[in-house]
């Protein structure tokens, strides 16, 4: 019997994406990019592993899953059966392993490839993406891995990488994580449409991103640190004045002693998405102090580097 397994590694908003277009297919108000992002030795990511089996069951982490968000993901279950024309059973297991935040982009993104290359579906990446997103909003990040983008044309959605892993190796990043209760994805997306300047905001994500590609185009790393960090404030300023703070007292005293010392000469930066983390990202030819900066919160933290594309394999039972 064959079993498949697949791995991706959990993303990061470059670019925020905040707001459905359609809450049933998880798609995005305006455009958006993102980092797919692991551990140095890629211990922090989700694996998934599909067999057949008598009857339909999936099991996350151990439990039965039972989230609201989990009517997506069997949503993509019976899509890519009816695909395949695939009329039996599937057991699936799925693992977070160690994953700070973008548990969903991740745990999205393997389980449309492991479900691809059990059932033979011969989707592509640009297919897989779209199917993925059925299970999270950002599912793209993980399934494309390095940079990627979200790009809303003419009413068209185009997701594609704009820079590999090896292309942005050069990149160095601390995740730090706090103890705290993170918002939830869905309460964000759906508070933050109804904040006054919404369209306003939606507007200058656009122009980021305009600013972003030149970026990449120029190999400007440093470039697109800064537009992560700054949309990264425009994001956040939008989601506390509609009730949906994610950064706390003390995230905000570890992002406010980056931003020090960069005006002290180091050229680092910060970023925040819906989880209690902060990440600190600079280029590694500042990465010891970097970590001289990081170790001096006196706070657990993990040492993290741009992950590849979702991947898979098979094994025969």
């Not at 993509?76 to 059973?89: H, N």
């Not at 939606?202 to 790393?221: M, S, W, Y």
């Not at 537009?227 to 990264?232: G, L, Y």
Request: hydrophobic content about 40%.
């Amino acid at each position: 019997m064959e079993r498949i397994e697949a791995t991706a590694f959990p993303g990061l908003p470059v670019v925020f994406a905040e707001g459905y277009r359609s809450v049933e297919d998880r798609t995005s108000l305006h455009s958006h990019a993102s980092f797919a992002l692991t551990s140095i030795d890629e211990e922090i990511r989700t694996e998934t592993s599909i067999q057949q089996s008598v009857s339909d069951s999936f099991t996350l982490d151990g439990k039965t899953l039972i989230d609201s968000r989990s009517g997506g993901i069997f949503r993509l279950i019976d899509e890519m059966k009816s695909l395949a024309g695939y009329g039996g059973g599937l057991e699936i297991t799925s693992e977070n392993r160690g994953i700070l935040s973008g548990s969903s982009d991740s745990g999205a993104a393997a389980l449309a490839l492991a479900l691809n290359d059990f059932l033979e579906a011969g989707l592509d990446r640009k297919s897989l993406c779209q199917k993925a997103r059925l299970a999270s909003e950002t599912a793209y990040r993980s399934v494309l891995g390095g940079l990627s983008i979200y790009e809303i044309s003419g009413g068209n959605v185009s997701e594609y990488q704009l820079m590999s892993e090896k292309e942005l190796r050069d990149l160095a990043c601390f995740a730090i994580p706090f103890d705290t209760q993170r918002q939830k994805a869905d309460v964000i997306h759906q508070a933050v449409v109804k904040h006054p300047k919404y369209l306003e905001n939606a507007k200058i994500a656009e122009e980021n991103l305009v600013q972003l590609k030149n970026c990449v185009d120029d190999k400007d790393l440093e470039g697109i640190l800064s537009i992560m960090e700054s949309d990264a404030k425009r994001a956040h300023k939008m989601f506390g004045e509609v009730g949906c703070n994610v950064i706390t007292p003390m995230m905000r005293e570890a992002c406010v002693r980056v931003e020090k010392a960069r005006e002290d000469g180091l050229n680092v930066f910060w970023n925040v998405a819906g989880a209690s983390v902060v990440y600190v990202f600079s280029l590694n030819d500042y990465g010891e102090e970097v970590f001289k900066l990081v170790a001096g919160f006196n706070m657990k933290h993990v040492q993290m580097k741009v992950a590849s594309p979702a991947l898979s394999k098979s094994f025969l039972k």
